[in-house]
Nanobody
Framework: EAQLVESGGGLVQAGGSLRLSCTAS????????VGWFRQAPGKERQGLSC????????HYADSVKGRFTFSSDNAKNTVYLQMNSLKPEDTAIYYC???????????????????WGEGTLVTVSS
């Protein structure tokens, strides 16, 4: 059974850092376009980063650009989201998601994601 499992969330003070991990089982990340998302209480889900196989580039939301960094380790079948300079408004449940993209056509992570993790909670205190 294919699944994604996030980890690394927790409580951190404003200005601090966390690294989230997302490990896949049942499939290999190297054929997938991969995104990180978050959803704060009472708010819509927000896309944070999207690594597209088409161009091999990670695209970031303006709200996290320069503070968050996506990376991957294919040997571990794991992707990461390094989050620095965290702010209270970054408090949310963070999710990773993956879209099967063997012929490298996906241009964004806005729709069509095949697998979602259950999320990990990040709380940033002021």
């Amino acid at each position: 059974e294919a699944q994604l499992v996030e980890s690394g969330g927790g409580l951190v003070q404003a200005g601090g850092s966390l690294r989230l991990s997302c490990t896949a089982s049942g499939f290999a990340f190297d054929e997938y376009t991969v995104g990180w998302f978050r959803q704060a209480p009472g708010k819509e889900r927000q896309g944070l980063s999207c690594f597209t196989r088409r161009d091999g580039i990670t695209h970031y939301a303006d709200s996290v650009k320069g503070r968050f960094t996506f990376s991957s380790d294919n040997a571990k079948n794991t992707v990461y989201l390094q989050m620095n300079s965290l702010k209270p408004e970054d408090t949310a449940i963070y999710y990773c998601a993956a879209e099967f993209d063997p012929i490298r056509v996906a241009t964004d992570c806005d729709s069509g994601m095949d697998y979602w993790g259950e999320g990990t909670l990040v709380t940033v205190s002021s």
